[in-house]
């Protein structure tokens, strides 16, 4: 506890950011109900708009739904380069400003200013900071500095949006009390209706439940749980790490269990992943293939690999894991290939297995994705005229 | 049943084959020795079921006889006992019990008929050379085996026979050695691959000297015979990969160097390369050999610059650094010949002078660099 009692941490996130990036690119959308998302019949909302929460609205709400619910907000297919482009833009002026933090999504960044106190003061440090952040980003961003990551997240959560709080230290417990417990982080429905059911609906009530008693009702997660609920919470603030693997999936617009239409997906996405980790100069040493069948249920497969980047080479191996993989012909309603155990470098050619040929055709195809963009150019194999795939590459037709 | 015996004597032959011995045995006899008393001499076997050693030596016994001894406990008691004959005796029990001058020792045997029969030499056809001819041969080509089973015929190292030399040939796939040794006679051509653990025990085991050894093979096996001291191994029983076509015959440009300075210069830059591909680029134009590396990851970065002899157009190219030092190392002259034509194609790299008799290429595949 000696640890906890010298923390001071600062939690920041972005109010609905994927709604104020699209406010900055488009003012006009300002003060209206806004839903962000896919397109298609089957899309879900990623953000929306304070005033489109009013009728009800939620993230992760089917498009329909929310369509139905507020027709006259407008729908902004979600742009992720654009977002991941503010998020480093924010990112780069937290890294500048601080000496340890941790990004936890794309809109959320836990800042580690345990001794900072003694020189600026860290409620002042991290108004400076947000002060900053609006000025270069002219995104708006609220913050709570607490001791520790669990009470400064709840505690950001409460005073959105735009706002900012102080949980001294030793009042975590007082500032918890009242809430729902619905509010700790990790409590979903599951977990929130089986409290819920036993009359327990603030965390005040919570955190008196005998340890024991939570430890029978739900395990290990029971004991942090009570933690949690005491305002307790040790992990430490993690630096930002280099993404670890790169993948891809997609979503049918109808299930399918054309094989045929699978492998050419399979195919498209594995290119497609590929030369993004050649771009990157990477290799990979892992490759995963998930699917997902039309009653939800997932199921997926790795194999550890030479470490490459050789589209050839983790083709074949993705289709030797499907095949491995899809074995029930069932629905299948989604399919993803992911590469993990990433690192850098470039492909160490084999004397038997590369040919000369295929190493030149590789680099001039690269160098033609890289100059035209990649989708000018692919296997014909991945290349097909489908309305079942949203982002299908279309056939060049005169 | 009784045998006397030294106790160093006996600890030096055991050492000598108990590397066949795997830690974690399937069946528990292959934790044993076994013991063979035939007309006082004590035959010692040790298996793993693909690899068979044997030694021979004196004793003093009145009787045939044969027994099963763990291994471990019989080294580690002998490595404690001080120089002394030691007396064995057995019981129709298989208990072993060991005599010294300090105290008496009990371990129990097994019985000898459960241990795996040893593969008979029929239908072989034979050659010699020298022990330090064959061990020389494994040092240059051991190296150089690849360790991935999914491709097991390159996890050996590949023994081709001819009537006026022997060709050793060794590749992972990314680097390949061949030495080729033209004072040995074989009166067939022949080829196998022998795995990597007894070619290993072999190089332990033999004496690096001009002893006379023979090497006998069949279809399914690999027999060495030094003296009384005996490895059978069994053969990969799978296709070498035509290694001739990925030789190059005629990359045009010459990099002669300083073998003790490059690999100096690789040892020191390899320090900051990342260390899964260990990737080092080298820049060669005129005659200056510059070598980088680097690991994003950590912001590490080396360069270093040596002079050479080139001839041929400005390159650069990429090879992992562990292969190129492994290779210098297998390399036995001052200087040596790197040979070089893209990028993207094989480098080989030879010593510039060879012995009489000798001739050692190692070839080794680039790193990509992405244009």
Not at chain 1, 277 to 288: F, H, I, M, P, Y
Request: charged share 25%.
């Amino acid at each position: 506890m000696v640890l906890s009692s010298a923390r001071h941490i600062t939690h920041m996130d972005l109010d609905t950011f994927f709604v104020s990036v699209e406010c900055l690119r488009n003012p006009k959308l300002k003060g209206k109900p806004v839903l962000i998302g896919g397109m298609s019949d089957r899309g879900v909302v990623a953000s929306c708009s304070y005033e489109a929460r009013k009728f009800g609205i939620h993230s992760g709400m089917a498009m329909k739904i929310a369509k139905r619910l507020c027709s006259h907000a407008h729908v902004v297919k979600s742009d992720y380069e654009a977002y991941s482009k503010y998020s480093r833009l924010v990112t780069d002026v937290i890294k500048d400003s601080v000496p340890l933090y941790e990004k936890a999504s794309i809109d959320e960044f836990y800042i580690d200013l345990t001794g900072m106190d003694k020189f600026f003061g860290c409620l002042k440090y991290s108004d400076e900071l947000k002060k900053k952040i609006v000025k270069e980003s002219g995104l708006s961003i609220s913050y709570a500095l607490a001791s520790n990551k669990l009470v400064s997240k709840v505690a950001t959560n409460e005073v959105k949006p735009n706002g900012q709080l102080e949980i001294p230290f030793g009042n975590e417990k007082t500032f918890l009390s009242p809430l729902s417990i619905m509010k700790i982080p990790g409590i979903g429905k599951e977990t929130g209706y089986r409290l819920l059911k036993m009359g327990v609906e603030t965390v005040k009530t919570l955190s008196e439940i005998p340890v024991n008693m939570l430890y029978n009702l739900l395990g290990k997660w029971g004991i942090e749980l009570h933690r949690k609920a005491n305002g307790i919470d040790e992990t430490p603030v993690i630096p930002y790490r280099e993404q670890k693997s790169i993948g891809t999936e997609e979503t049918f617009t109808t299930d399918t269990i054309d094989v045929k239409l699978l492998h050419q997906e399979l195919v498209r996405m594995t290119e497609k992943i590929a030369f993004e980790l050649r771009s990157q100069e990477k290799l990979t040493g892992c490759v995963v293939v998930k699917i997902r069948y039309s009653d939800f249920q997932t199921e997926q497969k790795q194999m550890t690999i030479d470490y490459t980047a050789f589209d050839d080479i983790l083709i074949q191996k993705v289709k030797e894991l499907f095949t491995g993989l899809y074995t029930k012909r069932q629905l299948i309603r989604l399919i993803g290939v992911r590469f993990t155990d990433l690192i850098s470098g470039t492909h160490q050619i084999d004397m038997f297995n590369d040919s000369q040929e295929a190493i030149k055709l590789h680099q001039a195809m690269d160098s033609i994705k890289k100059q035209f963009g990649q989708q000018y150019l692919m296997r014909a194999s991945a290349c097909m005229d489908n309305k079942n795939i949203t982002h299908a590459p279309k056939p060049y037709k005169t | 049943m009784k045998f006397i015996v030294s106790s160093s004597s006996l600890l030096k032959h055991l050492q000598q084959i108990s590397g066949v011995i795997n830690a974690n045995t399937v069946l528990p006899i292959l934790e044993d020795f076994l013991f063979d008393i035939t007309d006082k001499k004590l035959n010692i076997v040790a298996t793993d079921l693909e690899t068979v050693m044997r030694v021979q030596m004196d004793v003093e016994s009145q009787e045939n006889s044969r027994v099963c001894i763990p291994a471990k406990i019989l080294i580690d008691s002998l490595k404690n006992i001080p120089d002394q004959p030691l007396t064995f005796s057995i019981d129709k029990n298989f208990a072993v019990e060991i005599t010294s001058d300090n105290g008496k020792y009990k371990v129990m045997g097994e019985n000898p008929d459960n241990f795996p029969k040893e593969p008979v030499a029929d239908d072989t056809n034979s050659f010699t050379m020298t022990s330090r001819a064959l061990i020389t041969a494994i040092n240059k080509t051991l190296f150089a085996v690849s360790s991935d089973d999914l491709r097991p015929a390159m996890t050996g190292v590949y023994f081709e026979l001819n009537k006026d030399a022997i060709q050793f040939v060794a590749t992972d796939a990314h680097r390949l050695v061949r030495y080729r040794r033209t004072d040995v006679h074989c009166p067939n051509q022949d080829s196998f691959i022998v795995p990597k653990k007894p070619l290993n025990l072999l190089r332990n085991a033999l004496p690096d000297n001009d002893d006379e050894i023979t090497i006998s093979y069949n279809s399914n096996h690999l027999f060495v015979m030094h003296g009384t001291t005996q490895l059978t191994c069994r053969l990969i029983d799978a296709r070498f990969p035509d290694y001739k076509v990925v030789i190059p015959q005629d990359n045009p440009y010459k990099l002669v160097v300083n073998k003790n300075d490059f690999q100096g210069a690789l040892r020191r830059i390899n320090v900051f390369s990342n260390k899964s591909t260990n990737q080092v680029a080298l820049n060669i134009s005129g005659s200056e050999l510059k070598l980088a590396a680097q690991d994003v990851d950590f912001s590490f970065e080396g360069h270093e610059r040596m002079n050479c002899n080139y001839n041929g157009e400005d390159l650069q190219i990429a090879f992992n650094a562990k292969f190129l030092i492994e290779m210098l190392s297998a390399a036995d002259d001052d200087e040596v010949r790197v040979e070089l034509s893209t990028p993207t194609k094989a480098g080989i790299l030879k010593p510039t002078e060879q012995e009489e008799g000798e001739d050692l290429l190692m070839l080794v595949m680039p790193l990509m660099l992405n244009s």
